[in-house]
Nanobody, 120 residues
Framework: VQLQASGGGLVQAGGSLRLSCVASGRTFRDYAIGWFRQAPGKEREFLGRISRTSYVDSREGRFTISRDNAKNTVYLQMNSLKPEDTAVYYC??????????????????WGQGTQVTVSS
């Protein structure tokens, strides 16, 4: 599976962005997809994941995760953005065997990351 994250950019505080993670491969529907972010000097942070059955475990109430298997795409909708949300955002994939998948080392495939910058 190859992942391509996109949709990042510069946004003012209080604004919204929708990130997309497009995957290659015909078995996309079998994967759990997680979203992480990493700010300079900080560890990679788990934001949430969506299972192959579209169960969502979201750790940030302002963010919503959804998937469209027909488009091999997972979305991260981010609302009410704050300057502290500034980071590189990554999507990651793992074949879904019903695990929690809330740690980076549980994922087998990673996208290249997309920069999100929130100005105050």
């Amino acid at each position: 599976v190859q992942l391509q994250a996109s949709g990042g950019g510069l946004v003012q505080a209080g604004g919204s962005l929708r990130l997309s993670c497009v995957a290659s491969g015909r078995t996309f529907r079998d994967y759990a997809i997680g979203w992480f972010r990493q700010a300079p000097g900080k560890e990679r942070e788990f934001l949430g994941r969506i299972s192959r059955t579209s169960y969502v475990d979201s750790r940030e109430g302002r963010f919503t995760i959804s998937r469209d298997n027909a488009k091999n795409t997972v979305y991260l909708q981010m609302n009410s953005l704050k300057p502290e949300d500034t980071a590189v955002y990554y999507c990651a994939a793992v074949i879904d065997y019903s695990g929690n998948y809330d740690r980076p080392n549980e994922y087998d495939y990673w996208g290249q990351g997309t920069q999100v910058t929130v100005s105050s």
